[in-house]
């Protein structure tokens, strides 16, 4: 197959547009920036292999110099949510096949519909809902440090860590399948800051982290057999009336979860207590808050999640946090940022923008990559700075390789069949599973940018 | 600096000048001159002590600009060293420093020569000499990233280091494809050229060579006698318009190739840069013309002579060591200011003349009124303050270091005319000077240590002064 070039222009070089940049590059795409600041510029033509253009977005002549018009995606993340719309306009009229907006104002962001439509954007992105949502589902399975849902819901993976007495440690994972009778499968294990995908014979070792896969029901059974208690997070404090932080307590407000908001700013308090009904909103320092509550206020706390847009506050608020024994604790933090080392050795989750975004963009390209003739990639999920991935095909043409017994195929290394959704049920697949046309399904991996579900198959 | 990473770089280096060699050892394999040998055995050395070198474990870790310019600085000073062992075998040079001068004039582009009789070189030699003006014209570097798979290296600073000209810019997105389009480029126009020699009744030998040293703006001629032999007013013309060509900045051809001609004419670079060479010819043409024959015949003269030297090629058609004085003060002029960034050429560039010359005129806005704020503007756009400070750094470095080679040269005890030409000559990568190393003379004139410092002037002045400069920087070192 000959690999396309998929051609991109990104505006905006902030945070969100370089991680974009820098992750299609290193996909294969041929990456363009624009940017007005000149040191943004600088920055990342000397960082990355991109070509960039310094001047306004929305500029038809920037545009044309840029070669906006041949553009496949035209992705515009810069921090007005008019000039991004006003750019993919622009582009679109131009001639840029898929464009993308970044729209954040929550006011706008209902209107992605009409955007789409009326005004040809292929898709409308807002990262602080974004990642809203990913810290919900973490709040709804809080055993896990990271949590996806593929198949409209069927399938379930999550991330954790194993600690000092949980069952399955010392086990090897033919024997967690066999004997434990867990119906999930252990896709991939990081120890010692490597990933691998492991075989049957492999043991499971305390400290290592864990990617499952099962269906959502399988996978808190399982946990009950590993010996960890599940708790139902119905009380969370969040620090900072960010726009994540207004997101996150409308979602929680309306899963019924009791959310108490802090924030320094009083206009800003003021001005999510008036949006959100049925959220506390307290005007304070969320560390001085929390200083102040009582034993049993914080007892009572399932979760804290630091919101603010200060990353080295909200690591150190969360320590705080961690330290008084608050069952969960979420922060916001960018990806890239050297806070991660210190977090390494907590229990504290983080959640990072960029990143939420980038993933649904590179997932998105890839599967314009992958678009003709082959399965097409319906979502992509990428772990641990991209190390390992998530990647959902849904099979819809006749290859090779189905009705075929999965040990026969012979998947290769570095990959494994996380799950089989088939008329709407999930299979964990086993050697004896068969794929099967208008399956769907979900491969893990180690080895970057497949394209194809046949390419990882050496029987076939 | 990451001496591993470092070390793999120069491994793949060492098997990309391999390769390079392997052209030249086919001609020395045609003409049979015997020297196939010297080119197998050099092959052999380098491909091997290449490929030892490029099994080196590198981190993953970015390079930055300070790897970058290293990388650059140590992959000319090892490519010469290598490229110049087949010379040395033949025996017609003097010593190995001599050879290693001959190569590194070679690759810089710059076409001095300490040969008076090249023709008595074997075939295979000759060709590799003029070869090098071929590849080190574009960049060796460049190449590399054409040929060889680059994973994980960020190239953008080899390229900046390399690439001449104040701003270095990509013409597509990836770096890879830029090389491949620029040499691309490169290849058809030099091939264009190969065959209008070849009908103007040059030998296939001599149009090979004389087109690698067009290309590269270097100047290597193939015998004693040079153009001038051939006495043909067809190739002085078609190598005269070529020579400007290739002192052009590359991204011009490329817009002119997606079509954008209107954009390509526009740049203020190739605008002041014709217009320097119009009014050079003009006036070299009437202060020569009342010792010719003819006006056309001085037009002609002025003509070759002019884009030989701006271009920083270093061909010559006449003694121009003869002419008035004024002509050659002003050849002197036009071996300064050099060709276009982003071009095969030497020199300051014209683009940082322009810059100076604009700051100087704000200067005197500024003085007569003080409260004035100026901006300098290229291309209808103002240019921002670090490539400005850049290039005014650039400029002051350039003559206190044109001064100190020349002071260091003086200490082999020829006139200040030869001394000061000569160094122009190597650090603009021209090629002759004026005096003693006249079109027609050479460079043997210089005792062995004194061609050693002026092939140093050559590699500092292809890759623009700081690379070369940044070897012995202490933080370099340090790991």
């Not at chain 1, 921090?79 to 104002?105: F, P, Q, W």
């Not at chain 2, 280096?13 to 196939?36: C, H, R």
């Not at chain 2, 930055?64 to 000073?77: K, M, N, P, Q, T």
Request: net charge neutral; aromatic share 8%.
């Amino acid at each position: 197959m000959k690999k396309k070039n998929v051609k991109i222009c990104v505006v905006g070089g902030g945070k969100i547009g370089s991680e974009i940049a820098a992750q299609l590059t290193d996909n294969g795409c041929e990456v363009t920036v624009i940017d007005t600041n000149l040191d943004l510029i600088n920055k990342i033509s000397n960082a990355m292999d991109v070509i960039c253009y310094q001047g306004n977005g929305a500029s038809l002549t920037i545009l044309q110099d840029a070669g906006a018009a041949e553009a496949d995606i035209f992705i515009a993340v810069t921090g007005s949510d008019e000039l991004n719309i006003l750019s993919c306009l622009t582009a679109h009229s131009l001639g840029a096949k898929n464009t993308i907006a970044r729209v954040r104002n929550a006011e706008y962001a209902v209107q992605s519909e009409f955007y789409m439509e009326k005004f040809g954007l292929a898709m409308t992105i807002n990262p602080d809902f974004t990642a809203a949502r990913e810290i919900e589902r973490l709040l709804h399975f809080p055993q896990a440090t990271k949590i996806e849902l593929f198949g409209k819901g069927r399938c379930e993976l999550a991330e954790m860590k194993i600690e000092h007495g949980n069952a399955i440690i010392g086990k090897t994972l033919f024997e967690i399948n066999q004997k434990m009778k867990m119906n999930i499968l252990i896709c991939a294990i990081v120890r010692d800051k490597n990933i691998f995908i492991p075989n049957g014979d492999d043991i499971v070792k305390e400290g290592d982290v864990l990617y499952i896969t099962g269906s959502p029901k399988a996978i808190n059974e399982s946990l009950e057999k590993m010996n960890i208690k599940v708790r139902r997070i119905s009380s969370v404090l969040i620090a900072g009336a960010s726009r994540i932080g207004f997101y996150l307590s409308k979602m929680l407000e309306k899963d019924g979860v009791n959310v108490t908001v802090v924030e320094k700013v009083h206009s800003k308090a003021a001005e999510l207590a008036g949006n959100v009904p049925g959220v506390s909103v307290m005007c304070s320092d969320a560390m001085e808050y929390f200083e102040s509550m009582s034993e049993a206020d914080i007892k009572n706390t399932d979760a804290f999640v630091t919101l603010t847009n200060n990353d080295e506050y909200n690591l150190i608020a969360g320590m705080l946090a961690e330290k008084r024994n608050v069952y969960k604790v979420v922060t916001k933090m960018n990806s890239h940022s050297a806070l991660k080392e210190l977090q390494m050795n907590t229990k504290i989750c983080s959640v990072s923008k960029e990143s939420a975004v980038t993933d649904i963009i590179i997932g998105y390209s890839r599967s314009l990559l992958a678009a003709e003739n082959f399965d097409a990639i319906s979502s992509l999920y990428r772990l641990m700075d991209g190390k390992l991935e998530f990647v959902e095909f849904k099979v819809t043409s006749d290859e090779a390789y189905l009705g075929k017994l999965i040990k026969e195929l012979q998947v290769k290394k570095g990959y494994i069949i996380a799950s089989i959704i088939r008329n709407r049920r999930l299979i964990v697949p086993r050697g004896d599973d068969v794929i099967e046309k208008g399956d769907s399904v979900l491969v893990c991996t180690v080895n970057k940018s497949i394209l194809r579900l046949q390419d990882i198959f050496a029987g076939v | 600096m990451n001496r591993r990473r470092v070390l793999k770089i120069l491994g793949k280096i060492l098997m990309t000048e391999a390769m390079l060699m392997v052209p030249s050892l086919i001609v020395s394999l045609i003409y049979g001159d015997g020297d196939a040998m010297y080119f197998v055995g050099t092959i052999a050395f380098a491909a091997i002590a290449g490929f030892i070198l490029s099994c080196v474990k590198a981190p993953e870790r970015k390079m930055g600009s300070r790897d970058g310019y290293c990388i650059v600085a140590l992959a000319w000073i090892i490519i010469c060293i290598i490229g110049a062992v087949p010379l040395f075998l033949t025996g017609q040079f003097r010593s190995y420093w001599s050879a290693l001068f001959e190569i590194v004039s070679g690759f810089t582009t710059t076409g001095a020569s300490v040969l008076s009789n090249p023709e008595y070189l074997p075939h295979g030699v000759l060709f590799w000499r003029s070869f090098t003006h071929w590849v080190g014209g574009m960049g060796v570097l460049v190449f590399v990233l054409m040929i060889m798979p680059m994973e994980n290296e960020n190239s953008m600073h080899l390229i900046r280091a390399e690439v001449p000209g104040p701003v270095a810019g990509k013409l597509v997105p990836r770096m890879k494809k830029t090389s491949i389009i620029l040499y691309g480029i490169y290849t058809a126009m030099t091939a264009i050229l190969i065959v209008l020699l070849l009908f103007g009744g040059m030998n296939v030998f001599d149009a090979f060579a004389t087109a690698f040293g067009t290309a590269g703006t270097g100047g290597f001629a193939t015998s004693s006698v040079g153009i001038a032999g051939y006495d043909s007013a067809y190739i002085e013309i078609v190598l005269g318009i070529f020579m400007l060509l290739f002192g052009v900045n590359f991204n011009a051809y490329y817009l002119i190739l997606i079509k954008r001609f209107t954009d390509a004419l526009k740049i203020e670079e190739i605008q002041w840069y014709f217009g320097i060479v119009g009014v050079s010819v003009i006036a070299i043409a009437i202060n020569i013309c009342h010792s010719l024959s003819a006006v056309s015949v001085s037009l002609r003269q002025a003509f070759f002579q002019v884009s030989s030297i701006i271009t920083t090629t270093g061909f010559a058609t006449v003694d121009f060591d003869k002419w008035p004085e004024f002509s050659r003060h002003l050849l002197v002029l036009l071996m300064i200011i050099g060709a276009c960034s982003g071009s095969t050429g030497g020199g300051i560039k014209v683009s940082r003349v322009i810059v100076m010359v604009k700051s100087f005129f704000n200067e005197i806005r500024h003085i007569i009124n003080p409260s004035s704020v100026t901006a300098v503007r290229t291309n209808g756009k103002p240019m921002d303050k670090e490539t400005l400070i850049a290039v005014r750094v650039y400029v002051a470095s350039y003559f206190i270091l044109i001064c100190l080679f020349t002071l260091v040269i003086s200490l082999n005890g020829l006139d200040f005319t030869t001394n000061l030409t000569a160094v122009l000559s190597c650090f603009n990568n021209i090629g002759p000077g004026l005096n003693l190393v006249g079109p027609m003379s050479n460079f043997s004139c210089y005792a062995d240590w004194a061609q050693v410092i002026l092939s140093v002037a050559m590699l500092t002045g292809r890759l623009e002064i700081f690379p070369m400069f940044m070897l012995f920087s202490k933080s370099v070192h340090r790991r």
